[in-house]
């Protein structure tokens, strides 16, 4: 199982970025992907994660800046930022569970953050700085 993020770059407060989860060697239709996003002297957290069903999920910080959605036809997932705050500055991370966790792994993460991910994408910089 392989993710690669891709999308970050440097915005100014206000802006908007696209983040891309490219998977290689596997379908990504069988997983939930979450993104996570560590800030300089924080913790790794997870702000958004979709199902199978495309059912979504946010943590309260992101809800109604960030859009979570898949294409698995091109096996991505994306996360559309907008009104981005300094605040959002951070790595920002892709990753997954096996396909145990299919069904339960966006609404079991989102209540219970040590779930964490088996699998890892590289990470992407996000900067927000005027």
């Known amino acids: 199982v392989q993710l690669q993020a891709s999308g970050g770059g440097l915005v100014q407060p206000g802006g908007s970025l696209r983040l891309s989860c490219t998977a290689s060697?596997?379908?990504?239709?069988?997983?939930?992907i979450a993104w996570f996003r560590q800030a300089p002297g924080k913790e790794r957290e997870p702000i958004s994660c979709?199902?199978?069903?495309?059912?979504?999920y946010y943590k309260g910080s992101v809800e109604g800046r960030f859009t979570i959605s898949r294409d698995n036809t091109k096996n991505t997932v994306f996360l559309q930022m907008s009104s981005l705050e300094p605040e959002d500055t951070a790595v920002y991370y892709c990753?997954?569970?096996?396909?145990?966790?299919?069904?339960?792994?966006?609404?079991?993460?989102?209540?219970?953050?040590?779930?964490?991910?088996?699998?890892w994408g590289q990470g992407t910089q996000v900067t927000v700085s005027s």
């Open positions: 990753a997954t569970r096996d396909t145990f966790w299919s069904y339960t792994y966006c609404s079991t993460l989102m209540s219970r953050e040590s779930l964490g991910a088996a699998y």
């Open positions: 060697g596997f379908t990504l239709d069988d997983y939930a």
């Open positions: 979709i199902s199978m069903d495309h059912t979504t």
